[in-house]
């Protein structure tokens, strides 16, 4: 297997992590909000959701970067959207959903990517 294509292996268990992480991290602080708990092990989540969150795209930059000689930079970019939408969920927490879909399909668009040799 070709580096790159290892890279992109990479870059898709990252973002499958993004989600799952997202996904149980949205359920601790639900649980901390209903139970109006306040420590350490929401902190703990929240923290290391967002640095998943920056891991991922750093990730997909590099992943852009690496697909010019492929041609598909499009799950790169829906990768880094994707991240950048949970981000930005602390502030506009409509955008959450579309933000879990855009890395799905990133995942699936970077699985896709074949060698033009």
């Known amino acids: 297997m070709d580096k790159k294509f290892k890279f992109y292996t ?15 991290s949205f359920f ?3 649980y901390s909000l209903r139970y109006n708990c306040s420590g350490n092990l929401v902190e703990i989540a ?9 891991i991922g795209i750093i990730l997909n930059a590099i992943c852009i970067y690496k697909s010019n000689k492929y041609g ?23 955008i959450v959903f579309p933000a879990f879909i855009l ?3 990133s ?8 060698s033009n040799n």
């Open 10 to 24: 990479w870059t898709i268990t990252s973002n499958i992590l993004n989600c799952v992480l997202f996904a149980i």
């Open 72 to 94: 598909k930079m499009s799950g790169g970019i829906l990768g880094i959207i994707g991240n950048l939408g949970y981000i930005l969920s602390v502030f506009i927490p409509f």
């Open 103 to 105: 890395l799905i399909i």
């Open 28 to 30: 601790i602080i639900l």
């Open 46 to 54: 929240i923290f290391i959701s967002y640095m998943m969150y920056f």
């Open 107 to 114: 995942c699936i668009i970077l699985s896709n990517v074949k």
